[in-house]
């Protein structure tokens, strides 16, 4: 998984736009983050059993992929 959301994650950052100051409110910018989001919560369960690992991602990154593809 964590390779395609790099992958995605590298090309939302190809297409920010440069000749803009403010790109927070950019689709690609806001990708980004949300995918940023998603591999700190992988991070933070990197030493945790996997039933807990899938606990963890039921709780926190299903919130942020139901947003994410919404």
Same mark, same amino acid.
């Given at each position: 998984?964590?390779?395609?959301?790099?992958?995605?994650?590298?090309r939302?950052?190809?297409v920010?736009? $440069?000749d &803009?100051? $403010?790109?927070?409110?950019?689709?690609?910018?806001?990708?980004?983050d949300k995918?940023?989001?998603?591999f700190a919560?992988?991070?933070?369960? $990197?030493?945790?059993?996997?039933?807990?690992? &899938?606990?963890?991602?039921?709780e926190?990154?299903k919130?942020?992929?139901? $947003?994410?593809?919404l």
């Amino acid at each position: 998984m964590a390779y395609c959301w790099a992958y995605l994650r590298r090309r939302f950052r190809d297409v920010l736009p $440069d000749d &803009i100051q $403010d790109i927070s409110n950019t689709l690609a910018k806001t990708a980004v983050d949300k995918i940023s989001r998603l591999f700190a919560i992988e991070k933070e369960t $990197d030493l945790i059993f996997a039933e807990e690992k &899938i606990k963890i991602r039921k709780e926190k990154s299903k919130l942020i992929l139901d $947003d994410f593809f919404l």
